[in-house]
């Protein structure tokens, strides 16, 4: 990076540690695309590399008086980034996790899900019935069943009763059980040749 390219990026580092909204706002243009190419690459998704990039400048923002001047904003920003990408992995992975879960606690021949080579259609079709649930049980079910909330929290985020979140879950799970089974009652042929 030229000399003058630092020094300047190092004035506006300083004014937005004291609060220039303009300096940051400067900082966001000369970075925010570099962020997103990055961030993209990895993603493979341009919502997801935008959150990246959102949540690199909301900390940067919020950790503004922390910065350090002699060190290179551009690694910090890219090391936020590569954290951020990192996170967003690990809760695929969790979330991922907590399906093939939930697949499992529908269906009574759990051999069907684990020896599967279409897997992912499977994941597919309880993303699609998840999907096909009245709204308030939909959110239920998945603060319940993919974020694992407890009863407590989702009632406190809804505004609902500990009650009303035990019957939209009991509920979701009887629909999906019901539904997997109309699935299992048409036999192997009926995964093997649409799922």
Avoid at 26 to 41: D, N, R, V
Avoid at 100 to 119: A, G, M, Q, T, W
Avoid at 149 to 160: D, M, T
Wanted: charged residues 35%.
């Amino acid at each position: 990076m030229p000399r003058y390219k630092i020094n300047s990026e190092t004035k506006l580092v300083e004014r937005m540690k004291e609060g220039n909204q303009s300096a940051f706002q400067s900082l966001f243009e000369l970075y925010s695309k570099p962020l997103f190419q990055f961030s993209i690459k990895y993603l493979k998704s341009k919502e997801s590399a935008e959150d990246v990039v959102q949540e690199v400048f909301t900390k940067v923002w919020n950790n503004r008086a922390a910065l350090k001047t002699n060190t290179s904003f551009k690694s910090y920003l890219f090391t936020i980034a590569l954290n951020s990408i990192r996170k967003h992995f690990n809760e695929l992975s969790r979330l991922n996790d907590a399906k093939h879960d939930l697949l499992l606690d529908v269906s009574d021949n759990k051999e069907i899900f684990d020896d599967r080579d279409d897997y992912q259609r499977l994941i597919d079709k309880l993303e699609e019935l998840i999907g096909e649930m009245p709204e308030k049980r939909r959110q239920v079910f998945i603060k319940k069943k993919l974020e694992e909330k407890s009863l407590k929290e989702i009632a406190c985020e809804l505004n609902i009763t500990s009650k009303t979140v035990e019957y939209h879950i009991t509920e979701a799970m009887k629909f999906l059980s019901k539904e997997f089974e109309k699935l299992q009652i048409k036999g192997l042929i009926f995964f093997y040749l649409f799922l």
